[in-house]
T-cell receptor
Framework: GAVVSQHPSRVICKSGTSVKIECRSL??????MFWYRQFPKQSLMLMAT?????????EQGVEKDKFLINHASLTLSTLTVTSAHPEDSSFYIC?????????????FGPGTRLTVT | TQLLEQSPQFLSIQEGENLTVYCNSS?????LQWYRQEPGEGPVLLVT?????EVKKLKRLTFQFGDARKDSSLHITAAQPGDTGLYLC????????FGTGTSLTVIP
């Protein structure tokens, strides 16, 4: 299957600072990548859809000025959490869309655990 | 709005037991995927079902797509502790929608 990497896997930052998370599709080109947030033992909450070369589409309730998304190439999307606060602490997961044999499939990165102190 | 409802939400069973997880929706999907996620990791794709009524088997796991392509089930035979995790269904419609999740614990 397709491989998606995320970096860093864990990050601890102080309140008020910004953190950038990278998501890369390693062996395929992804015109669309997705960013999710997940709380313990809960499903994934879609934050935004990132299309290469255009502005991201944010889900309702997600602040686009706080969660900056850039999809500069077909293999890289970044999520920057600006002016982080403790309530932003969460598990952030990216995924990349790939057309398999007749259907679209999503492959996920390993996630980034963000802790804001 | 959660388009895909999974049941049960939590399930704790003894090793060797069988179980079924359901994924239901009122919407039609062109395809449906099942993922398993372990704590601290990203979801891992288990299977994609495309055709209504389709049944796919992956060792002790059996996946079925409903005839109307609105629902799906995952059946695990003789569960093992290694099956423990969060199981997520996801449907590909106008967007990609995730189910509410089923947290499975298999007790040795």
């Amino acid at each position: 299957g397709a491989v998606v990497s995320q970096h860093p896997s864990r990050v601890i930052c102080k309140s008020g600072t910004s953190v950038k998370i990278e998501c890369r599709s390693l062996d395929f080109q992804a015109t669309t990548m997705f960013w999710y947030r997940q709380f313990p033992k809960q499903s994934l909450m879609l934050m935004a859809t990132s299309n290469e070369g255009s502005k991201a589409t944010y889900e309702q309730g997600v602040e686009k000025d706080k969660f900056l998304i850039n999809h500069a190439s077909l293999t890289l999307s970044t999520l920057t959490v600006t002016s982080a606060h403790p309530e932003d602490s969460s598990f952030y997961i990216c995924s990349a869309r790939w057309r398999g044999s007749g259907s679209y499939e999503q492959y996920f990165g390993p996630g980034t655990r963000l802790t804001v102190t | 709005t959660q388009l895909l409802e999974q049941s049960p939400q939590f399930l704790s069973i003894q090793e060797g037991e069988n179980l079924t997880v359901y994924c239901n929706s009122s919407s039609v999907f062109s395809s449906l995927q099942w993922y398993r996620q372990e704590p601290g990791e990203g979801p891992v794709l288990l299977v994609t079902v495309v055709t209504g009524g389709e049944v796919k088997k992956l060792k002790r796991l059996t996946f079925q797509f409903g005839d109307a392509r609105k629902d799906s089930s995952l059946h695990i035979t003789a569960a093992q502790p290694g099956d423990t995790g969060l199981y997520l269904c996801a449907g590909d419609g106008n967007q990609f929608y995730f189910g509410t999740g089923t947290s499975l614990t298999v007790i040795p």
